[in-house]
C-alpha cells in the first residue's frame, strides 16, 4: 500500500510576494549509487567502462549520491523538495555482464526499496533492470513492481543492444501491463561514435560534449524516437514514456521527427507519441524560455519537476521563481507534485 504522501508538507513560497506557489513539491529524477553497482562498473577493462563515472566523483556529487538518508532529507528540507523518486546515477548496470546485472539489479531495488520503507513520506523509486538479460530484466521488473517501486529507469542500450531490439518486447508487455513508466535516462554515446564526433578538443571537454552538454540527450532522444520508430507504442499504446532535460532534444525537433513516423508506416505522428505517451521532466533546468517551448508542443498535464541531485542544486528561492513562470495555479501543482501522483500511482 502506498503511504499518504503529504505527512509532511513545505509550500514552496514566492518570496517576492510571499504567495504560496505549490502545497507539494515531487522531485522525479533525484540519483542515487549503488556500492556494489558502482564498484562493478569501475572494475570493468578500459574499452568497457564508462567514462561518465567521473562525473559521479565531480565535488561532493559522491558523497551526496552514496546517501539516501539523513543529509539527502537534509537537502531537500532546505530546498522545499517533500519527496524525491530515487533512481540510479548512470551508466546503473548497463554494460555489465548478465548474471552480475542480475544479482546487483536486485540488491540495488532491495536497498532502495528498504529506504521507501524508512521513509515513506520522502522517498519513492524506480527500478534498476539487468537489461542483459531481456528475460531476466522483465521478471524483475514484476518483482520490483511488487516491492512498491515505481517505475523504471533505463538507458538507451546495454553493451551494443538498443532497447528497441525485438528481445525487449517482453518487458514493454510487462511495463504496459502493470503500468510502470519507463524513464528513458541519457548515457554516453558508443565509444566508436565518441572516436567520431567527440573527441579532438582534449580531456574534460571532450568528455563534457559527450556527455552533460550534448552527447548524452542525442543518446536519450533518439533512443525514444527509434522506440517509436519500432512500433513499440504502437503495439503497446498505453506504455508511458518519461523523458529529461525537456525532452532530449525532441520537443525541438518534433515536426522534422513526423517524418520518420510517415516513413515507417506508424499509426501517429512522432508529436503524438509525445504528446499521448511521453510525459517531460526539467531535469534542473529551471529555464522558463524552455517551459515556454514545451507548452507550445505538449500540454501541462504532462510536464513534471525534478532537480537531477545532485547534479542540479536550485535553491528554493530558485525553484518558487520558477513554478511562477507558468501559467497559472492550476499548471503549477499540476507541474510539482500533481502530475507526478497521477503518473505513480501515489496517494495522500
Known amino acids: 500500500m502506498v503511504a499518504d504522501v503529504g505527512r509532511t508538507v513545505h509550500s514552496t513560497v514566492d518570496e517576492r510576494k510571499g504567495d504560496v506557489v505549490a502545497d507539494l513539491l515531487i522531485g522525479i529524477e533525484e540519483?542515487?549509487?549503488?556500492?556494489?553497482?558502482?564498484?562493478?562498473?569501475?572494475?570493468?577493462?578500459?574499452?568497457?567502462?564508462?567514462?561518465?563515472?567521473?562525473?559521479?566523483?565531480?565535488?561532493?556529487?559522491?558523497?551526496?549520491?552514496?546517501?539516501?538518508?539523513s543529509e539527502r532529507l537534509a537537502a531537500m528540507d532546505a530546498q522545499g523538495v517533500d519527496m524525491?523518486?530515487?533512481?540510479?546515477?548512470?551508466?546503473?548496470?548497463?554494460?555489465?555482464?548478465a548474471a552480475e546485472a542480475v544479482a546487483l539489479s536486485r540488491d540495488?531495488?532491495?536497498e532502495v526499496a528498504a529506504a521507501v520503507a524508512a521513509h515513506?513520506?520522502?522517498?519513492?523509486?524506480?527500478?534498476?533492470?539487468?537489461?542483459?538479460?531481456?528475460?531476466?530484466?522483465?521478471?524483475?521488473l514484476e518483482r520490483a513492481a511488487a516491492l512498491g517501486l515505481v517505475g523504471v529507469m533505463l538507458h538507451g542500450r546495454t553493451g551494443d543492444v538498443l532497447i528497441d531490439d525485438p528481445r525487449f518486447e517482453e518487458l514493454w508487455t510487462v511495463a504496459e501491463q502493470l503500468r510502470q513508466p519507463v524513464f528513458i535516462h541519457p548515457q554516453i554515446p558508443p565509444r566508436t561514435v565518441r572516436d567520431a564526433s567527440y573527441t579532438g578538443l582534449g580531456g574534460l571537454p571532450d568528455l563534457a560534449l559527450a556527455t552533460f552538454s550534448w552527447g548524452w540527450h542525442l543518446?536519450?532522444?533518439?533512443?525514444?524516437?527509434?522506440?517509436?520508430?519500432?512500433?513499440?507504442?504502437?503495439?503497446?499504446?498505453?506504455?508511458?514514456?518519461?523523458?529529461?532535460?525537456?525532452?532530449?532534444?525532441?520537443?525541438f525537433w518534433h515536426?522534422?521527427?513526423?517524418?520518420?513516423?510517415?516513413?515507417?508506416?506508424?499509426?501517429?505522428?512522432?508529436?503524438?507519441?509525445?504528446?499521448?505517451?511521453?510525459?517531460?521532466?526539467?531535469?534542473?533546468?529551471?529555464?522558463?524560455?524552455m517551459l515556454r517551448h514545451a507548452l507550445s508542443i505538449t500540454t501541462p498535464d504532462r510536464l513534471l519537476f525534478s532537480t537531477d541531485h545532485p547534479f542540479q542544486q536550485p535553491t528554493?528561492?530558485?525553484?518558487?521563481?520558477?513554478?511562477?513562470?507558468?501559467?497559472?495555479?492550476?499548471?503549477?501543482?499540476?507541474f510539482a507534485s500533481g502530475n507526478a501522483r497521477r503518473l505513480f500511482g501515489l496517494t495522500g
Open 31 to 69: 540519483h542515487w549509487v549503488h556500492e556494489g553497482i558502482d564498484r562493478a562498473q569501475r572494475a570493468l577493462p578500459a574499452d568497457r567502462r564508462d567514462d561518465s563515472l567521473a562525473l559521479n566523483d565531480h565535488g561532493d556529487a559522491a558523497r551526496r549520491l552514496g546517501d539516501i538518508g
Open 84 to 97: 524525491q523518486v530515487l533512481s540510479l546515477a548512470p551508466p546503473g548496470t548497463q554494460g555489465l555482464d
Open 108 to 110: 540495488a531495488n532491495d
Open 120 to 140: 515513506p513520506d520522502r522517498f519513492r523509486a524506480f527500478a534498476t533492470l539487468p537489461l542483459a538479460d531481456p528475460h531476466a530484466a522483465a521478471v524483475e
Open 219 to 251: 543518446e536519450a532522444g533518439t533512443a525514444a524516437l527509434r522506440l517509436m520508430a519500432r512500433g513499440v507504442l504502437d503495439r503497446h499504446p498505453s506504455l508511458q514514456l518519461v523523458l529529461g532535460h525537456w525532452g532530449e532534444l525532441l520537443l
Open 255 to 289: 515536426d522534422r521527427a513526423d517524418g520518420l513516423a510517415r516513413a515507417a508506416g506508424l499509426e501517429r505522428s512522432i508529436t503524438e507519441y509525445l504528446r499521448e505517451n511521453v510525459w517531460i521532466t526539467a531535469s534542473g533546468m529551471l529555464d522558463p524560455g
Open 316 to 334: 528554493r528561492e530558485e525553484i518558487a521563481a520558477f513554478l511562477t513562470a507558468l501559467p497559472d495555479q492550476q499548471a503549477r501543482e499540476a
